[in-house]
């Protein structure tokens, strides 16, 4: 057969094959266009990580458990947090040191856990004292499940780190990137591993200064244990002291829970949870208006140079920092710049765009509130928008400080207040922000508030609104405070709607 004919045999089998494909998936003009948009749907299984809070002997912590109602969710669920196995722990329940079991004391605290979660829209609290506190390990299902949160608070009275220190305990994940961290004197940062699965987890921890990578092997595959935790002190993992630093949690196995401890001797410590995800435009929503020094730290992971224009998000609208208009990142380096007292004694968010060209960076700020040797220190890194709605759990009544900030447009959030722990009626209040602005609302309290209480924040409209919650120690005279951002609870997931189409079965 000729080359020809061949190609016309070719060319007639693609057109049918065209007008088949055609024939069969035109749409219906005898009546309108059915198709739905995705659905939203409450996911049905939560996971959630919290690090071992303290070394320190002299150690408060306090857990609360909130999941807020959701409307579609399954009428049953529940959630249980268990303790990690902590580092050197082996699989049959052995130190792993002379072979011998643990103490009785010690295995009757591992089964009971600290906090034991209840059902939606009822917040649950515990306590533990001192330096043995195990990282948990938290999973919830059902109706428990869509937006479930866990609040870590600890407070320690003397000593490095001393004053408040708060993480949201957080969803495993395979990549974090922490701006912020340091291996200067007078700092002492762990990086806290914590592994929810049934194996071992292998991951790579990259530290970044003012010139670049620093050099170090200690930090290549780190292996952690099944349902197992591990801190890191940073200063292990290289001998250069950094003011800045930027840490870098790469899993090459498995998936983890991370976080930075940072202690000061001088300024107390707090949580350096991971930034957002790097982005052209990033938010650190909430800094406190008292705020007395505040350093903005950046890295670019990409291998090219960043410039950003630098606003802040005052109640008034967006202004621009004296002296501080824009700054220049350096691909593969960390930068930290002194803002200093930015926020004036105003309410005020953080605002970062690009100069020019769009380039991926990641950034968090140190705030110190307080002078001289009632200083104290929390971080904010870039979070994401509260999108649909975030929960904020542990307030506390006149010790709470909820921020929202609307940095592209105007936009109107709702916040409920839950019932107190030990007692009290919800209440809910509506807020309405204008664009380019932060405001420190005036947040709803319980009726009748016994204990504390859980904050949810959900977009109603307009454009996306960033938030924190500011919690400060019980004494009025001390600096002590911590700050957590507030991005959406992932608690629903989009699920595309599907038709039968018997047309596949004629493929």
């Not at 999941?67 to 130190?95: F, H, I, Q, R, Y």
Request: charged share 20%.
């Amino acid at each position: 057969m000729k080359r020809t004919t061949l190609s016309l045999i070719a060319c007639a089998t693609a057109l049918a094959a065209v007008t088949g494909f055609a024939a069969v998936s035109a749409p219906d003009d005898s009546g309108p266009d059915t198709a739905a948009p995705a659905a939203r749907l409450p996911v049905e299984r939560t996971s959630l990580l919290c690090p071992a809070p303290s070394t320190s002997d002299l150690a408060e912590t306090a857990y609360t458990s909130f999941t807020p109602v959701t409307k579609g969710a399954d009428e049953k669920g529940s959630a249980a947090l268990v303790a990690a196995e902590p580092a050197g722990a082996t699989d049959d329940g052995k130190d792993g040191k002379d072979g011998k079991d643990e103490e009785d004391g010690k295995d009757e605290k591992k089964e009971k856990p600290v906090v034991q979660p209840k059902a939606p829209g009822t917040p649950v609290g515990g306590k533990t004292t001192g330096a043995d506190a195990p990282a948990l390990i938290g999973t919830a299902e059902g109706n428990s499940a869509p937006g479930w949160t866990v609040q870590q608070t600890t407070e320690v009275a003397a000593g490095t780190g001393r004053g408040l220190q708060g993480v949201n305990c957080t969803a495993p994940d395979t990549e974090f990137w922490f701006p912020g961290a340091s291996t200067a004197t007078g700092r002492t940062d762990y990086v806290h591993l914590t592994n929810p699965d049934d194996s071992a987890a292998v991951v790579d921890i990259e530290l970044y200064g003012k010139d670049g990578a620093l050099k170090s092997t200690v930090g290549e595959g780190v292996t952690v244990p099944p349902h197992g935790s591990e801190s890191l002190l940073l200063s292990t993992l290289s001998d250069v002291k950094q003011t800045d630093l930027t840490v870098h949690v790469g899993v090459r196995s498995g998936r983890l829970g991370a976080a930075v401890q940072a202690l000061d001797d001088k300024t107390g410590g707090d949580w350096l949870t991971a930034a957002a995800d790097p982005a052209s435009d990033l938010v650190m929503p909430g800094i406190p208006k008292d705020a007395t020094a505040v350093r903005l730290v950046l890295f670019t992971p990409g291998g090219t140079d960043a410039d950003l224009k630098v606003r802040l998000a005052s109640p008034s609208g967006l202004i621009t920092p004296a002296g501080h208009e824009t700054v220049h990142v350096k691909a593969g380096m960390t930068t930290g710049v002194d803002l200093g007292e930015v926020t004036r004694g105003e309410a005020g968010s953080l605002v970062l765009t690009p100069t020019d060209r769009s380039v991926p960076v990641v950034a968090a700020v140190r705030v110190v509130r307080g002078k001289g040797d009632e200083q104290e220190s929390a971080f904010i890194p870039a979070s994401e928008p509260v999108g649909a709605r975030a929960t904020a759990a542990d307030n506390r009544a006149k010790h709470t400080t909820l921020a929202l900030s609307a940095p592209d447009g105007a936009a109107k959030v709702r916040v409920t207040a839950s019932a107190g722990t030990e007692g009290g009626t919800p209440a809910t209040k509506t807020y309405t922000l204008k664009a380019g602005t932060t405001q420190n609302v005036d947040a709803p309290v319980p009726a009748g508030l016994k204990g504390s209480y859980a904050l949810t924040v959900e977009t109603v409209s307009g454009g996306p609104v960033h938030a924190s919650r500011t919690l400060t120690g019980s004494d009025d005279d001390v600096a002590s405070f911590t700050v957590q951002t507030l991005p959406d609870d992932r608690g629903t997931v989009s699920v595309p709607n599907a038709d039968e189409d018997l047309s596949v079965l004629q493929k």
